[in-house]
C-alpha cells in the first residue's frame, strides 16, 4: 500500500493556505509543475478529488477539508517527534519559536537573547511578537512553542510558570501635580486623564483593574498602539499613564519630557511568564528558557 509523503502533505497544506497553486508552489519553493503532479499523485493515491482548479484559483473539496485537516496533525506531530528526539539528545539545539507580547518583546529580549546564546550556541530562535489571545492560539495550533506573556492568563490546554513581577510607575509631564504628592495613591488617578493602550493589550487590562479606573477611564478618545507613543501622548500634555518598570529600565522614556514616580506602595501591575502547550515535547526547553528570562529580570 502506498502512502502519501509528508512532502507531498506539506504541498496540500499549501494550497489550502494559500488558495492558489502558483502561491502554494513560491511557498514551498518548488515550481508550480512539481506541485501540481504531487498533488495529483496524492489524489491518486486516495482515490478522491481533493482540490478543486479553478480560473482564480483553488478550492478544497469535502474530502480535501478532511485530508487536509488530518494532514496537518500528521505535520505537527512529526514536528513533535523530531524536536522530541532532538531533545532527549541535547536540550534548546535546533530551531525553537518563542512568542512574546509587545510590551515585553522590545524590553525583555534584548537582556535574555545574549545569556540564551551563550548558554545554548546551537539553539536557533524563532521570535514572534504578538498580541496574548494570537500567541495562545499559535501555541495550540503547535505553531509556537513557547511565549511571554502577562499573567494571569487562564487559558484550556495551556501551562505556565511565573518569572517575575514588574511594577507599574507613574508616568506625567513634567511638573505635573502628582509628582510633587507627598504619598501617591493608585486612588489618585481616578479624576485623572489617564492614558492607556489600546483595547487588545493585556497591559491596559491590568491598569484598569489594578487602579479600579472606570471602564471608559482613558479609552473612549485617546489611546496608543505602544509605549513608546503612549510616552509621547504624555509629554504632549494629553494626560498622564502608568508604565511598567521593565520598558522605563530599558530607556523607553529617554529623552522624553516625562516625570516619573514610584507608588507609595510598590504597585505590582502584572507578573511575567512563560506560557507553553499541555503535552509539548518542548516543555522543559520553554522551562529552561524561562529561567534564563527570570535570570534576566
Known sequence: MHLPTLR???????VADN?????????CHVTQPTLSAAIKEVEGLLGVQLIERESRGASLTQAGETAVERARVILSDTADLVAAAQ???APLTGGFRLGAIPTIAPFL??????????AHPNLKLYLREDQTDRLIEGLRARKLDAALIALPWEATGIETMELGDDEFLLVAPTGHSLTEKRALKSSDLIEEDVLLLEDGHCLRDHAVSICRLPSQKGGADVTATSLPTLVHMVAGGLGISLLPRLAIEAGVTSGADVELRAFDT???GRRIGIAWRTGSPRAAEAKMIGEIVRSAL
Request: glycine content about 6%.
Open 19 to 27: 488558495g492558489s497553486f502558483s502561491k502554494a508552489a513560491e511557498a
Open 87 to 89: 531533545q532527549a539528545g
Open 109 to 118: 529580549l534584548p537582556r535574555t537573547l545574549k545569556a540564551l546564546r551563550s
Open 8 to 14: 507531498q502533505l506539506e504541498f496540500l497544506c499549501a
Open 266 to 268: 510598590p504597585m505590582i
